[in-house]
C-alpha cells in the first residue's frame, strides 16, 4: 500500500504543477481592474451566424435581442441555417427578418458542418464578405449592449473574442446551476485574467465572433470534431494568434436540466477533447517549446485534469483489490479514496462558491437557489468522471439538445 500513497502524492503534485497557476487567477481577477482602451472605435459590419436544429421554441427571442441592440442595426445581418428542421424554425427565422438557408444532411451531422455550409452560402450570395462574423446558438440571448461592446474590442485589433457567459436557467435543477457556475468560473476567473495579461482565451461553443481574416484564412470552416469550438480555438491559438475577452458582452445561454441530457452532451464533450488533443496536440507542444504560455493553458484544457483522474482512480481501485486478494489491510485503500474524494471535493466547493460570491449579482435566482448550488457544484463535476470513462469506450455522436425556455432579454433585464 505505500505504493499506492506514493502514487497519490505523484498525481498530487502533477495536478498542482499543472493547475495552480489558475488558483493565482483568483486573487488577480478579484483585486485587479482591467485596463481601459483609449482605441478609436469603428462601426464594423457584423454577420450574426446562427445554426438551428428544431429551435422554434426560442430562436425568435435571441432574434428580437439582436433587433434591440444598441449598436447600429444597419451594421448587422443576421443569417441562419436551418440544419435537418423538422418544425418551424425557417419560418419563425424568416419572418424575424433574419436570411434562412436550410440544409438536409443526415450523414454529415454537427454544427460544425452546418456553420460550413452556412459560410459557402455566404461566399457565394455576398461575395463582399462582412468584418466580422459573430456565432450564436438559437437559445441564446443578448444583453442589450452586447453587440456595441463586441465591436468596442474588435476596435482594439483583436481578430478573435469570446464573450460573457450567463446562463437564463440557472435555478432550473441541480444540473443547469452546475453548467452555470462553470461558465461563470470560466468567465471571471479564466478569461478575464488572460484577457488582462495579454494571454489567449479559448473559443466555449457560442458567443465569439471573428474578423475577415481568419475567415478568409481557414475558408468554410473545416471543423467538423465532436468540439468544433475548441477545435478552433487549438487551431487559432498553436498558430500563434490571441482570442480576445469582451466582459462587458453578457450572453445568456439554455442549459440542460436533465442528468440524460446532461451525460449526452458531456460524453460529446469528453470524446471531442480527446479528438482536439490527438488532432492539434503536437502543435500545441511545439508552441509551448516555443514559449507560448497560451498554448500550454489551452492544452491544460483539454487533457491533463481527465488523464490524471481516470489514473488516480484506476490505481486506487485497482491496488486497493489487490491488496484484499494478498491479505494487506484494505482499510488503507478505502482511507486512500476517501481522502481523494474530500480533498477534491472540498477543492470544487471553494470553486463553487468563490464564483458563486463572485458573480452573485448575475446569478439570477434567489439567495437559497444560490447557495445550495455551492453545494451541489462538486457533486455536478464528480459526474464528469462516469461520463469520461464511458465516452473512452462507447459510441458517442453529436446529438442536439432541446431547448424550451422561452424568456426575453427584456425579462432577463428586468430579473437582474
Given amino acids: 500500500m505505500y505504493t499506492l500513497r506514493f502514487i497519490n502524492y505523484l498525481v498530487t503534485v502533477l495536478f498542482l504543477i499543472c493547475y495552480s497557476y489558475q488558483f493565482i487567477y483568483i486573487p488577480l481577477s478579484l483585486f485587479r481592474k482591467p485596463k481601459k482602451s483609449a482605441a478609436p472605435i469603428t462601426e464594423h459590419s457584423i454577420a450574426v451566424l446562427i445554426c438551428a436544429r428544431n429551435e422554434a421554441a426560442v430562436i425568435g427571442n435571441l432574434i428580437d435581442s439582436i433587433r434591440s441592440q444598441t449598436y447600429n442595426a444597419e451594421k448587422v445581418?443576421?443569417?441562419?441555417?436551418?440544419?435537418?428542421?423538422?418544425?418551424?424554425?425557417?419560418d419563425i427565422a424568416r419572418m424575424a427578418g433574419a436570411t434562412v438557408y436550410t440544409r438536409a444532411n443526415r450523414l454529415?451531422?454537427?454544427?460544425?458542418?452546418?456553420?460550413?455550409?452556412?459560410?459557402?452560402?455566404?461566399?457565394?450570395d455576398f461575395p463582399e464578405g462582412f468584418d466580422g462574423y459573430l456565432v450564436l446558438d438559437a437559445d441564446n440571448v443578448l444583453s442589450p449592449t452586447y453587440l456595441e461592446e463586441m465591436n468596442r474590442k474588435f476596435s482594439e485589433g483583436a481578430d478573435i473574442i469570446t464573450s460573457y457567459r450567463n446562463s437564463k436557467n440557472f435555478g432550473s435543477s441541480w444540473i443547469s446551476a452546475g453548467y452555470a457556475l462553470y461558465?461563470?468560473?470560466e468567465s471571471r476567473f479564466l478569461n478575464r485574467v488572460r484577457e488582462m495579461n495579454g494571454t489567449s482565451c479559448s473559443v466555449s461553443g457560442t458567443g465569439f465572433l471573428f474578423s475577415r481574416a481568419v475567415a478568409e484564412e481557414v475558408g468554410d470552416w473545416p471543423y467538423h470534431l465532436l468540439t468544433e469550438d475548441l477545435e478552433f480555438s487549438a487551431d487559432q491559438v498553436s498558430r500563434g494568434r490571441r482570442i480576445a475577452y469582451c466582459e462587458k458582452a453578457e450572453l445568456f445561454d439554455e442549459q440542460p436540466i436533465t442528468f440524460r441530457q446532461s451525460w449526452r452532451q458531456r460524453m460529446r464533450w469528453s470524446r471531442g477533447y480527446l479528438q482536439v488533443f490527438k488532432?492539434?496536440?503536437?502543435?500545441?507542444?511545439?508552441?509551448?517549446?516555443r514559449g507560448s504560455f497560451s498554448c500550454f493553458d489551452l492544452t491544460m484544457s483539454i487533457a491533463p485534469a481527465f488523464i490524471l483522474t481516470i489514473v488516480s482512480i484506476t490505481c486506487n481501485l485497482g491496488l486497493g483489490i489487490w491488496g484484499a486478494m494478498i491479505g494487506d489491510n484494505v482499510m488503507i485503500a478505502v482511507k486512500s479514496i476517501g481522502q481523494m474524494v474530500v480533498s477534491m471535493y472540498l477543492t470544487l466547493l471553494f470553486i463553487g462558491a468563490v464564483t458563486t460570491f463572485a458573480e452573485w449579482k448575475h446569478i439570477l435566482v434567489s439567495t437559497?437557489?444560490?447557495?445550495?448550488?455551492?453545494?451541489t457544484f462538486p457533486l455536478f463535476m464528480f459526474t464528469y468522471i462516469p461520463i469520461s470513462v464511458v465516452s473512452l469506450f462507447g459510441k458517442v455522436t453529436w446529438k442536439p439538445i432541446t431547448h424550451t425556455v422561452n424568456i426575453s432579454?427584456?425579462?432577463?433585464?428586468?430579473?437582474?
Avoid: W
Fill in 368 to 375: 437559497p437557489k444560490k447557495l445550495l448550488s455551492i453545494l
Fill in 409 to 416: 432579454a427584456k425579462k432577463l433585464g428586468k430579473a437582474a
Fill in 183 to 185: 461558465f461563470l468560473r
Fill in 77 to 90: 445581418r443576421i443569417f441562419v441555417m436551418a440544419d435537418n428542421c423538422t418544425d418551424e424554425t425557417a
Fill in 279 to 289: 488532432a492539434h496536440g503536437a502543435d500545441l507542444l511545439r508552441g509551448m517549446l
Fill in 108 to 124: 454529415e451531422v454537427g454544427k460544425g458542418y452546418a456553420l460550413q455550409t452556412l459560410m459557402k452560402h455566404l461566399k457565394k
